[in-house]
Nanobody
Framework: QVQLVESGGGLVQAGGSLRLSCAASVRTFGMYTMGWFRQVPGKERECVATISWSGGSTYYADSVKGRFTISRDNAQNTVYLEMNNLKPEDTAVYYC?????????WGRGTLVTVSS
């Protein structure tokens, strides 16, 4: 069982930046593919970015390419999402995800609100 705790959300003006962090309480953190997802009320949760266990492979949704950067520190059991040039449409609850062999664990989420 992986416990994931997100932090770093908040209110920011359009064009601003935020950095989300997700701390994982598991000894085998380095074995997990980590990701950030987001969800707005009435819509499905969508994948924003993922990063492989080594950090050597990343994926980004088209809507955030060039603006968001996912990274991880396996020594600190932490994954990050650097978000730049934020837009009002980025407003959502952002969830940290840990995946290993198809099994998913989720954090409780952190709210990001981007004002226009």
């Amino acid at each position: 069982q992986v416990q994931l705790v997100e932090s770093g959300g908040g209110l920011v003006q359009a064009g601003g930046s935020l950095r989300l962090s997700c701390a994982a309480s598991v000894r085998t953190f380095g074995m997990y593919t980590m990701g950030w997802f987001r969800q707005v009320p009435g819509k499905e949760r969508e994948c924003v970015a993922t990063i492989s266990w080594s950090g050597g492979s990343t994926y980004y949704a088209d809507s955030v390419k060039g603006r968001f950067t996912i990274s991880r520190d396996n020594a600190q059991n932490t994954v990050y999402l650097e978000m730049n040039n934020l837009k009002p449409e980025d407003t959502a609850v952002y969830y940290c995800n840990a995946n290993i062999k198809g099994m998913n664990q989720w954090g409780r989420g952190t709210l990001v609100t981007v004002s226009s």
